[in-house]
Every structure is written in C-alpha cells, then in structure tokens.
C-alpha cells in the first residue's frame, strides 16, 4: 500500500536533548498531520498543517509543512521522558484516506 | 467522556473462528474507520464509512465485513480467522470534511491474536 518515508526508522537520546525527524512523498498532498503513539493506545494528533510552508508549534513540539507540499518534518525540543514513543506523519489523501509514515521510534534516556 | 472506544481490547481466539470487534464514538462524527496495526508498527487502512456509507475499502479479505449500524457505531466481523489476522486494530472518526475535521480521533485498538 501507499506510504510515506519517514526518517529516522528510531532514536534513542538523552534527556534535554532535541529532536528532529521528517516525512517525505512523491505526491502533493494538502493537509499533513503528525501523530505520536504511546504504549498500548491508539495515535494522538499532535499537529496539523494546512498550507505550504506553514509553521505551527505545541508547546515544545514545532512541525512545518513544506513549500513543495511533499515533505514535512517534526521538531521536539529539550526532550522529556514522557516525550517516548513512535511518531507517525500522515499525509491526507482522496476520499479524506490518511496516508502514513512507518514511524520514528524516540526513546529518551533520562 | 470516552471520545472513541472499542471493544474487547485484546482478544485471543482460535484459527477458523468467527469473532467482532465493537466500535462507537461520541464525538458527533459522520466518518469512521478501521485501520490495521502490524508488528512493525505500520497503519493499514482498510474501510472507512461515511452516514453508514463504505466509502474506503482497501484490498482486504472478504473474511472481514464491516458493518454500521448508525453513524456512531461500526463494527468489524472478521470469519475464519487466520494466524495471519494477529494484530491491534483501531477505530478511528473524523468530522466534516475540511481543515479540523479531517483529524482523525483514534480508540485504544483491539489486540487480536490467533492461535
């Protein structure tokens, strides 16, 4: 099926550390969102982004929507322990179908 | 104030059963869907319903059936079950088409496994 590339596959940090991982596609789409996933429960909308080049942040978390609206990348900075888990991004395509990353894995080593 | 729940959350059953996994959401949605979760941790689509119409269906067995009863509920049906069919699946609705409603709210999933 269709999918994102997302990179990096996992990271394994320090605690204060930053973090950054991103999404690319060979399609255009207009709408990416990211999402993280904890343990046992279901993803999490963190952010959306609805225009080219749109900056939006959530507290520590900041992701932009790329200017050629086929890439995306999600920044977390001065990492928390609570901040572990896989992130996914999502790129929303036709018939409102979300098309997904494979995830970055973030563990963080207090 | 459980926004979308699922139920059982983890079933373990036996090859060549028949079992359901219940889904409602509360969130006034008219747009839900069942997405498969494998071991590596990748999201499959496989139907979406829209007012309890099918609008997605993904290459996926005829064993599994979809079913909404109203546009608060849908439920999945799966026959025959398969070693293969050993997964978490979530539900998952969304609201008006455009900007904050094409985010997807996600339930807890259903852990199935098959012996």
């Known amino acids: 099926g269709q999918q994102l590339n997302q990179s990096p596959q996992s990271m394994f940090i320090q605690e204060g550390e930053d973090v950054s991982m991103n999404c690319t596609s060979s399609?255009?789409?207009?709408?990416w969102l990211w999402y993280k996933q904890e343990p046992g429960e279901g993803p999490v909308l963190l952010i959306a982004?609805?225009?080219a080049g749109e900056l939006t942040s959530n507290g520590r978390l900041t992701a932009q929507f790329g200017i050629t609206r086929k890439d995306s990348f999600l920044n977390i900075s001065a990492s928390i322990p609570s901040d572990v888990g896989i992130y996914f991004c999502?790129?929303?395509?036709?018939?409102?179908?979300?098309?997904w990353g494979l995830g970055t894995s973030l563990a963080v080593n207090p | 104030d459980t926004a979308v729940s699922q139920t059982p959350k983890y079933l373990v059953t036996q090859m060549g059963n028949d079992k359901s996994i219940k889904c409602e959401q509360n969130?006034?949605?008219?747009?839900m869907y069942w997405y498969k979760q494998d071991s590596k941790k990748f999201l499959k689509i496989m139907f979406s319903?829209?007012?309890?119409?099918?609008?997605i269906n993904e290459t996926v067995p005829n064993r599994f059936s979809p079913k909404s009863p109203d546009k608060a509920h849908l439920n999945l049906h799966i026959n025959s079950l398969e070693l293969g069919d050993s997964a978490v699946y979530f539900c998952?609705?969304?609201?008006?088409?455009?900007?904050?409603?094409?985010?997807?709210?996600f339930g807890p999933g259903t852990r199935l496994t098959v012996l």
């Open positions: 319903y829209n007012n309890k119409e099918l609008i």
């Open positions: 969130l006034g949605h008219d747009t």
């Open positions: 998952a609705s969304s609201g008006a088409a455009g900007g904050l409603g094409d985010t997807q709210y």
């Open positions: 982004l609805y225009k």
């Open positions: 999502a790129g929303l395509w036709a018939d409102r179908k979300l098309i």
């Open positions: 399609s255009i789409f207009n709408t």
